[in-house]
């Protein structure tokens, strides 16, 4: 299974538990940093819980709304009234009603195309970085949220697509999807999303077993090469997990 040097796996009793522990992971990178903070969200099924936790009376209160700035990892090149739009379900869920509106980074997707949404987003970050280099001792996110999709894909990278190979943008379009929704999309690369303190990875439910068993077994699939440059934390349920090493309840 794991070798040494893989990421770091973090097993939680069921999704209630799951989302709890990712709350506490966000809580400590914001309490880790003391200047503006920069955390980058994901979209799919796995984070739902963890944002609507965060947006709950529990947790919305613990955050320096006024500190935190929120980008997306990814997006599907759909209006953002459209339901299947990343940053529209995480609006909905905490950010408009906590989040000052200029702290909210959204991919555009009422450019021409997605290239075009592409180039947006990247000067966006890199206005926001100050730089147009990536440089390793100063991470551009605080924390990036990422999941695993039923092929190992991870963001809107996509096994065997040539946008996994890319190395010099940050921001990419993808003309196509894998996956359902068979939508363009818009995505962060492999390095842009390396630059962070901590790649948190969010794994839940008995149908991503089929996809982190193979994780697991080291196959070579995007969700697998995504690797921060600090610490990458894989958190799983114990639905998620093969049968093999879940053991008794």
Same mark, same amino acid.
């Given at each position: 299974?794991i070798? %040494?040097?893989?990421?770091?796996?973090? /097993?939680?009793?069921?999704?209630?538990?799951? @989302?709890?522990? %990712?709350?506490?992971? $966000?809580?400590?990178?914001?309490?880790?940093?003391?200047?503006?903070?920069?955390?980058c969200?994901?979209?799919?099924?796995?984070?739902?819980k963890?944002y609507? *936790?965060?947006?709950?009376?529990?947790?919305?209160? #613990?955050?320096?709304?006024?500190? /935190?700035?929120?980008?997306?990892?990814?997006?599907?090149?759909? =209006?953002?009234?459209? =339901?299947?739009?990343?940053?529209?379900?995480?609006?909905?869920?905490f950010?408009?009603?906590?989040?000052? @509106?200029?702290?909210?980074?959204?991919?555009?997707?009422?450019?021409?195309?997605?290239?075009?949404?592409?180039?947006?987003?990247?000067?966006?970050?890199? @206005?926001?970085?100050?730089? &147009?280099?990536? &440089?390793?001792?100063?991470?551009?996110?605080? *924390?990036? *949220?990422?999941? %695993?999709?039923?092929?190992?894909?991870?963001?809107?990278?996509f096994?065997?697509?040539?946008?996994?190979?890319?190395?010099?943008?940050? $921001?990419?379009? /993808?003309? #196509?999807?894998?996956?359902?929704?068979?939508?363009?999309? /818009?995505?962060?690369?492999?390095?842009?999303?390396?630059?962070?303190?901590?790649? *948190?990875?969010?794994?839940?439910?008995?149908? #991503?077993?089929?996809?982190?068993?193979?994780?697991?077994?080291?196959?070579?699939? =995007?969700?697998?090469?995504?690797?921060?440059?600090?610490?990458?934390?894989?958190?799983? &349920?114990?639905?998620?997990?093969?049968?093999?090493?879940?053991?008794?309840?």
């Amino acid at each position: 299974m794991i070798a %040494a040097g893989q990421p770091k796996l973090i /097993v939680a009793s069921d999704a209630e538990a799951l @989302a709890q522990a %990712a709350a506490e992971r $966000v809580m400590a990178r914001i309490v880790a940093n003391p200047s503006r903070i920069a955390i980058c969200l994901t979209g799919g099924s796995s984070p739902k819980k963890l944002y609507q *936790l965060l947006g709950s009376d529990a947790w919305r209160g #613990k955050i320096p709304w006024d500190r /935190v700035h929120w980008f997306i990892g990814d997006e599907r090149f759909v =209006p953002d009234s459209d =339901p299947l739009n990343n940053m529209a379900v995480a609006r909905a869920a905490f950010l408009d009603r906590n989040a000052p @509106a200029s702290h909210i980074h959204p991919i555009p997707t009422t450019t021409e195309n997605p290239d075009a949404g592409a180039g947006a987003y990247s000067r966006e970050l890199q @206005a926001f970085y100050g730089a &147009d280099r990536l &440089d390793p001792a100063r991470p551009l996110f605080d *924390l990036v *949220l990422m999941g %695993a999709g039923p092929d190992g894909h991870t963001a809107s990278l996509f096994p065997g697509f040539p946008e996994i190979e890319e190395t010099g943008r940050w $921001v990419i379009g /993808v003309p #196509k999807a894998n996956v359902a929704p068979l939508v363009p999309r /818009v995505s962060l690369t492999l390095p842009a999303l390396a630059s962070c303190r901590e790649m *948190l990875f969010e794994i839940a439910g008995h149908d #991503k077993q089929p996809i982190l068993t193979r994780l697991l077994n080291g196959e070579n699939l =995007p969700a697998l090469r995504a690797r921060s440059n600090g610490e990458t934390v894989w958190l799983v &349920d114990r639905a998620a997990l093969p049968e093999e090493i879940r053991g008794p309840r």
